[in-house]
């Protein structure tokens, strides 16, 4: 088992190298390619392509740094011209542009280094290709080989034409470091990592949904505008929501609290069991989030007491109508019925708000679940004695 996951170990790296290389591609070149969008495992390992058609396709070889050396003879050089030599059309001069992303670098001297943007050559490349070809008889290219010698001299040149090979590229470690880099223009100050986090997440959401096709690809023009978005959601003005609840497990998330006193004062009015999972939800996405905030100084203390203040405010003055009209001698059936509409209305209130910065429901939902744990709040007309019965509780 042991050996086994090793050895999967290079092949998880390398795909997902792939999946990170297609975000920094796309920052790199999304700017002077507005109308064309990025996809991955549509026509090759990364490609782009404008109006359906594919103008571009990338192969992405990654290996460890030990492993450096590559030559006419590669593996990696003969596996990638057969993908190619299969899908792409090599004797179509006009189709796509092919590119070779590799983390080792050409040998000096040989045919595929004569394919690198400043160096080329083709006519040398064409000569080195095809003496690899013929050199070796047999072993794991002979297929790709034998096929590239029967395209014929002219289909050849074509193929040659459209190959480029951009060798000595970045490893996977390097890639976060160069996708801050091409986000140097949108990085917010003082909460650059926070920002980042936000497009990583973003990005990953984006790779799942082209994996599983149910998306076809990226624009370059709505990545623009989403990173854009991300990044104002940093200013004075706005707060970034970075916990969705699509990421949150509700049933570990209902375990974790299960018997937190917010939870009980639920059960103390018979809320209905799935609105209270739904609650034990919102508690934690407002906790999480505010504790986000402020070890990120996007929120002030005296922010979130001032929010505190107003949602205490507004249930006195309702818990208050709420006492008068079961009158002090009601049964416990009253009280539950009572204390399960007081909580229903606040819940379905949709203020106060975070100030003007930020107007998601759950914040205000989860912070009185919040008030409720520290037993500021409650729903329950008998809530108070009963927590104190609790804290005495062995």
């Known amino acids: 088992m042991g050996k086994s996951s090793h050895n999967a170990a290079p092949s998880a790296l390398g795909y997902q190298h792939q999946t990170w290389w297609a975000l920094l591609e796309l920052l790199r070149l999304g700017h002077e390619r507005p109308d064309a969008a990025i996809s991955l495992e549509l026509f090759d390992d990364i490609a782009w392509e404008r109006h359906g058609t594919a103008t571009e396709l990338l192969q ?191 049933h570990a998330v209902a375990a974790t609290y299960d018997n937190c006193p917010f939870v009980q004062q639920m059960q103390w009015v018979a809320y209905p069991p799935r609105n209270l999972q739904r609650a034990i939800v919102d508690y934690y996405r407002a906790h999480t989030q505010i504790v986000h905030w402020l070890d990120h100084a996007l929120l002030s203390p005296a922010e979130l007491t001032r929010f505190g203040e107003e949602l205490l405010d507004e249930w006195e003055r309702e818990f208050e109508w709420m006492e008068m009209e079961i009158g002090p001698a009601a049964d416990e059936s009253s009280k539950q019925h009572a204390g399960t509409k007081l909580l229903r209305q606040l819940m379905q209130q949709t203020g106060p708000f975070l100030s003007r910065r930020y107007h998601d429901a759950f914040l205000a939902r989860g912070q009185r679940h919040i008030l409720a744990d520290e037993g500021r709040i409650g729903w329950h007309a008998d809530f108070r004695a009963r927590l104190e019965r609790l804290l005495v509780q062995p």
Do not use: C, N, Y
């Open 60 to 250: 992405i070889k990654h290996h460890g740094k030990s492993q450096r050396t590559l030559t006419d003879a590669s593996v990696d050089v003969w596996s990638t011209l057969k993908v190619w030599m299969d899908t792409a059309v090599p004797a179509d001069p006009e189709g796509p542009e092919l590119m070779l992303v590799t983390t080792q670098v050409a040998s000096p001297g040989t045919g595929i280094a004569a394919l690198r943007l400043e160096t080329r050559d083709d006519d040398f490349a064409l000569s080195g290709l095809e003496m690899a070809a013929l050199e070796r008889a047999s072993g794991r290219t002979q297929e790709a080989r034998e096929q590239f010698l029967a395209l014929g001299p002219a289909d050849q040149q074509a193929f040659i034409s459209r190959i480029h090979v951009i060798d000595g590229s970045p490893h996977i470690d390097d890639v976060p470091a160069l996708v801050r880099a091409q986000l140097h223009w949108a990085l917010p100050t003082g909460h650059e990592d926070a920002f980042l986090a936000m497009v990583w997440r973003w990005w990953d959401e984006q790779a799942l949904a082209m994996l599983q096709r149910r998306q076809r690809g990226v624009d370059a023009s709505a990545a623009h505008v989403a990173v854009a978005g991300m990044r104002d959601q940093f200013t004075r003005a706005m707060l970034p929501t970075t916990i969705e609840l699509d990421e949150v497990d509700a």
